[in-house]
C-alpha cells in the first residue's frame, strides 16, 4: 500500500465538529421555521454530547495510556484534543448565541416567555413557590460535601446545582467561625418537568426548573444561608469494555457492563457562565478534569431540553409542513405482498414513500400458513416496535424463527437486551452476532411454500427497522426475490447464526470478508477505464467517508481521469480539490428536514453503470469491525431511479447543500439559474405535485480551495 501522506486529509474529529456546526446553522436561518430552528439547536447540542462521550472519551484514554499513533492527518491524541477543545468551546459558544439572540426573541414573538425567578411579578413568584412546594421540594436530596459526607458520584449528562452555603449558626450547636462556607449539591430531579409553568395574560411562559429550584434552595438547608446557586453538568465516558473472547454469557455481560457505565470518567464540566471560581474549582478537581474541560455557557445547560417548548404548542404555522408518507401504488390494495414480489423487485425511498411495507413484509410473513421460516437481524428498532411483535408471534404460530439482535448498538443496548428476552419467551432463536463484530446489516428473508417448491423474499436495508426514524431519516428498502440474491442472504444468515465459513458469494459484498476489497475494485476498475480513455464516472452517497484505503483509491482515480461526485453527509477525511490529486474530486453534505442516511454507491456512464444500496459507510469499522452488506440493484428501472431521482438531486442541491473545500471547510454552492432543494423536490413528487425525474446532468467537477 502507498505511504500515506498526512497533509492529505482531513482529521476525522475536526470533520465531524464541521458536520455539527453544519446543523447549528440550520437553527440560524431565518427562512426555516422556528420550531424546526429549535429542532435543530437539541440535535446539534445533543450530537455533542455524544461526542464527548465516545470520541473524546476515547482520545483521553490514548492520551493517558501513552498512545502515540497519530491519526491518518498526523495529529496525536494530545493535539487533537487540543485542536478539539478550541472548536467545542466556540460551538458551545455559538449554540448559547443562537439561543438567546434568533430563538428565545422569536419564541417571546410567538407568546412563549422563558423567564428568569428573579425576575417574576408577585402572582408569578407566589405561584411558582407554591409549585415549588407541592411538587418539587418533596423530590430534592440535598447532598452535603464535607469530611463525613464525600463527594457524590454524579450520572451522566444529569442536571445539578452547586450550592455554596454560609453557616448561619444552629440552635445547640457550636457556632462555626464567621464567614465560613461549605460546598451542598442538589441533583435537579430528571423525572420533573424542566419546563415549569407560570401563570400569564397572554400566551404560555415558562421558568426553568433549576432556576425554580436555586430560587428556593435555602429551603432545603435550614441554618445556613445561600450564598451562591450555579447550575453545572458533567459528562461520563459512555463506552462499554467487554472481553468478547472472555465472556462466557455476552447478554450477562453487557448487562453488568450497562450497570457499571454510569461510573465512567468524568470528561467535560457544563458549568454555568456566572459561577465563581471558587464553584469551579470545587467541581472540577474531584471530578479529575482540566481547565480545558470546563465549558462555562452564559444560557441554559442541555439546550436539547428547549425542544419540549415545541411539543406544548400545537400551532403548524410555527413548524415545518406536515407530511405522511404514501403508500407505493405498487403496493396499494393488494391482498398480499408476496404476489408482487414474486415477480418483480420493488426500491422505497423513505420517509418520501411509507415504512408500512417493510412491517407488513414482516407481519404478513408471520400469518401466513404458507411461510416455513423467518430470518432478521436487528440493530436500532426503538420502543414499541410491531417488528418484535410479529416476530414474536410468528414463533408462536410454528413458524421457524432465527434473529439476530445486536447487543452491543451503542446506546441502544439495555433496549435491545429487553427485546431479546421477550423473543426468546416466544420461542424465536435469538443470537447475538460473531465474536468481536458488531452486526449492522440490515436484512429480513422470507421463506415461503409456493406449488410444489419453495421460493424465498429478500429485504435488504440502507437504514434500522425502526418506524419511527423511517419518517425522519432518508433510506433505501430494496424487495427481491432474485434466486442468487436469496442464496447469498440464506448463506449469510447461516454464517451469522452456525458461524459457518464464508461462502463464495453471488451478488452481495460482505464485510468484514471482501466488501472492502469489491469496493476498491470497483474504484481501479474505473481508473483503468479512463486511463484506456473510456468514459469514467463514480458517484456516491454515505454519511461518513474515512477509511485511508478508499480515499488513497479515490484520488488515483480522480488522478487517472475518472470524475468523481461524493455526498457526504457528516465526516469526510478525503480533501476534495488538491491539486494533482483530488482536482476531479467534487464533496457535497447536505443538511435538512431529514437526516441524510442512505448509502448508495455507483460506478461507470451510461448503460455500464453499476449501482450498489450498502449498510456500510466507508469506514475502518465498518469494513473490518462488523458485519455490513453491499447488494446491487439489478433491475434497470431502479438503477435509473436512483441515478436520476436521489444521486442526481442531492449532487445538484443549491440551498441545503454545502461544498466541502481542500481546507476541510464548507461554503454554499455558487446560485443555480434555477435553485435545487433535493429534499423538497422530493417531496414534491412523493405529494404527486412533481415533474418526471430529472435526468441525471453532468456535474462541473471544479476544483474548491480552501483560502
Known sequence: MEPVKPEQFINRELSWLAFNERVLEEARDPSVPLFERLKFLGISASNLDEFFMVRVAGLKQQRSSGVADPSGDGMLPAEQLAAIAERTHAMCADQVTTWREGLLPGLAAAGLSLLRCNALASDQRAAAKAHFLANVFPALTPLAIDPGHPFPHLRNKSLNLALILRRDGVKGRRKAPQGSTSLAVVQVPSVLPRLVTVPVEKGQAFVLLEDLIATHAAEL??????????????????????????????????????????????VRLELYAQASAAVENALREPLGLEKADVYRPDGPLQLNDMVALAELDPRPELRVERFEPAVPAVFKDVDSLFGVLRNRDVLLH?????????????????????????????????????????????????????????????????????????????????????????????????????????????????????????????????????????????????????????????????????????????????????????????????????????????????????????????????????????????????????????????????????????????????????????????????????????????????????LLRSDGTSVHPPPAEVPVRSQAALLERARGAGQPPTPLQPVRFVAVSGR
Open 221 to 266: 438547608f435550614p441554618g445556613f444561608g445561600l450564598m451562591e446557586a450555579a447550575p453545572f453538568r458533567v459528562t461520563r465516558n459512555w463506552d462499554l469494555a467487554v472481553d468478547e473472547e472472555e465472556s462466557e454469557d455476552l447478554l450477562s455481560t453487557i448487562q453488568d457492563e450497562l450497570r457499571r457505565r454510569d461510573r465512567g470518567a468524568a
Open 350 to 658: 423513505h420517509p418520501y414513500e411509507s415504512f408500512e411495507p417493510v412491517v407488513r413484509f414482516i407481519e404478513e410473513a408471520a400469518d401466513d400458513p404458507a411461510v416455513l421460516a423467518i430470518k432478521q437481524t436487528l440493530y436500532r428498532t426503538g420502543g414499541d416496535s410491531p417488528m418484535f411483535r410479529a416476530l414474536a408471534r410468528a414463533a408462536e404460530n410454528g413458524k421457524q424463527v432465527a434473529v439476530l439482535v445486536e447487543i452491543k448498538a451503542r446506546f441502544d443496548e439495555a433496549n435491545n437486551i429487553a427485546w431479546a428476552r421477550r423473543l426468546e419467551e416466544s420461542g424465536v432463536h435469538v443470537v447475538y452476532g460473531l465474536i468481536g463484530l458488531k452486526t449492522h446489516c440490515k436484512v429480513a428473508l422470507v421463506v415461503r411454500r409456493e406449488g410444489a417448491g419453495i421460493r424465498r423474499y429478500v429485504h435488504l436495508g440502507t437504514g434500522n427497522y425502526n418506524s419511527v426514524t423511517a419518517k425522519q431519516y432518508t433510506d433505501l428498502s430494496l424487495f427481491t426475490a432474485r434466486k442468487e440474491m436469496a442464496d447469498d442472504v440464506t448463506a449469510l444468515f447461516n454464517m451469522l447464526t452456525g458461524n459457518s465459513v464464508a461462502p463464495q458469494w453471488k451478488r452481495l459484498a460482505v464485510a468484514p470478508i471482501d466488501l472492502r476489497e469489491k469496493v476498491l475494485g470497483l474504484i481501479d476498475r474505473e481508473a483503468e477505464r479512463a486511463r484506456a480513455g473510456q468514459p469514467a464516472r463514480i458517484l456516491a452517497k454515505m454519511n461518513s467517508l474515512v477509511d485511508e484505503q478508499v480515499i488513497l483509491a479515490l484520488y488515483r482515480a480522480s488522478q487517472a481521469g475518472v470524475d468523481i461526485a461524493l455526498m457526504v453527509r457528516g465526516i469526510c477525511c478525503l480533501r476534495p480539490g488538491l491539486a494533482g490529486v483530488s482536482d476531479r474530486i467534487r464533496v457535497v453534505s447536505v443538511v435538512d428536514r431529514f437526516l441524510e442516511h442512505s448509502r448508495i454507491f455507483a460506478f461507470g456512464v451510461g448503460d455500464t453503470t453499476e449501482v450498489f444500496l450498502s449498510s456500510a459507510d466507508w469506514m475502518p469499522r465498518n469494513f473490518m469491525r462488523r458485519v455490513e452488506v453491499m447488494a446491487p440493484v439489478e433491475d434497470p428501472l431502479l438503477r435509473a431511479r436512483l441515478l436520476d431521482e436521489v444521486l442526481a438531486l442531492g449532487l445538484r442541491d443549491s440551498v441545503k447543500g454545502r
